[in-house]
């Protein structure tokens, strides 16, 4: 994937707005696409996931949308709070077992 | 219902020096796969295991890069002669069954080299 090197794109939210963060995938043979979260010093955390055959998903506090027509995924996060700071990826399964990444979305939320 | 644990959380060598990473997937998952992260960027694939078998090392950068699973559940990544380019957390993780699903991640090896 693209690489952003030290300075990922950051979305500053204040507390209780949604958020929404968007991502392009790159390969129109991937057919299922995860978001993850990733806190300083942790691994990634399974947020919510999607397949192709749906164009939205809802969890709790989170929605998923996929539009296959642009290849474009986006995650909405309803009343942001402090614990929802972080950096966020997409990842798309362009074939079997193996996830490509996007380059990561920063999100600093703000009192 | 521990998640997968790696270890060491941290490792510290000198260029030239081999290294082994371990992972342990959660009990019972089929898949397992190792992920290179480089600072400020996203994981990227290295290899993938269904149970013992390694299907995928496509994404492994050298041949320094060596992974192995051969009881299908603990699996151990080495780095022969370390570089410094290979300085980046490694981050293993496990999923249920054979692809298309969610991939659990661990909290990754910091591997710094000197």
């Known amino acids: 994937g693209e690489s952003v090197g030290l300075h990922l794109p950051t979305l500053s939210v204040q507390e209780g707005d949604n958020s929404i963060i968007n991502c392009a995938y790159s390969n129109s043979a991937s057919d299922y696409f ?40 986006s995650l909405q996060i309803a009343a942001t709070q402090p614990g929802d700071s972080a950096v966020y990826f997409c990842a798309e399964n362009p074939s079997r077992g193996k996830l490509q990444f996007g380059a990561g979305t920063q999100v600093v939320v703000t009192p | 219902g521990a998640g997968v644990s790696q270890s060491p959380r941290y ?39 269904q149970n013992e ?21 603990v699996s151990t990544l080495k780095i022969q002669r370390t570089q410094q380019e290979d300085s980046a957390v490694y981050l293993c993780a496990s999923s249920p069954g054979q692809s298309q699903e969610t991939q659990y991640f661990g909290p990754g090896t910091r591997l710094l080299v000197l």
């Open chain 2, 53 to 73: 078998a390694q299907l995928d090392k496509s994404g492994l950068p050298s041949d320094r890069f060596f992974a192995e699973r051969p009881e299908g559940s």
């Open chain 1, 34 to 73: 995860i978001w993850y979260k990733q806190e300083s010093g942790k691994g990634p955390q399974f947020i919510i996931d999607i397949r192709s055959n749906m164009d939205k998903r809802q969890g709790q506090r989170v929605t998923v949308l996929l539009n296959k027509t642009v290849k474009h995924l």
């Open chain 2, 11 to 49: 490792k510290v060598a000198k260029r030239g020096q081999d290294v082994a990473l371990r992972c342990d997937p959660i009990s019972g998952h089929v898949s397992l796969f190792w992920y290179q992260q480089a600072l400020g960027q996203g994981p990227e694939f290295l290899t993938y295991f």
